[in-house]
C-alpha cells in the first residue's frame, strides 16, 4: 500500500473514533432527563444546602480501562508508523506507532471524559443530611432552600425550592 493511502486509511480509521470518543461524557445535569423518566413519578423532599464544591467526573479510573481510545489510537499510530522506512524499519515503525498511538488514544479518551460537576450536601427538613453530585447547569448556594428529587431509580437531582 503506498505511503499516501495508508496516511488516508489511517486517518479514516481515527478521526471517526476520535470524534466518538467526544460522546464519551454523561450528561450529569439537573435539567437532564432520559426519556424512560418522562411520567415517573419522584420522592421529592425540601431542605438547605449545607455545603458545596467541585470535583471531577471521570468515567474510568485505570487507564488500561479506556478501550475505544486505545484501540483507535493504536490502529492509527500503526498505520502511520509503517509508512516510515522500509522492510523491518516499517514494521519496527509500526509496532512502535501502534504502542504510542494506544496510550496516546488511552488519554485521550479518558481527558475527553473528563467534566467538572458540584458535590452538593443537603440537610433535609427532617434532618437527615443527603450529597448529591450533578453537574453545573444549576449552581446553588450554601443556605438556600432547595428540593431533592429522587427516582425510583435512584437518579437523585437538586433543584431550587421556588415555593
Known sequence: MKTSLKNIVAVS??????????GCARNIGASNYAAGSVGESMTSYPGVIVSKRQVTIQDQDKL?????GMVAGGVGGGLIGSTIGQGKGSTLAAVGGA????????????ELSKQNALEYTIQLDNGTLKTVVQG????????????????HHGRSRIVPFNG
Open 64 to 68: 488500561q480501562d479506556n478501550t475505544l
Open 99 to 110: 504502542a504510542a498511538g494506544a496510550l496516546a488514544g488511552a488519554y485521550a479518551q479518558q
Open 13 to 22: 480509521l481515527v478521526v471517526p473514533s476520535l470524534l466518538m470518543m467526544t
Open 136 to 151: 453545573l447547569d444549576i449552581n446553588l448556594a450554601p443556605g438556600q432552600r432547595v428540593i431533592l428529587h429522587i427516582s
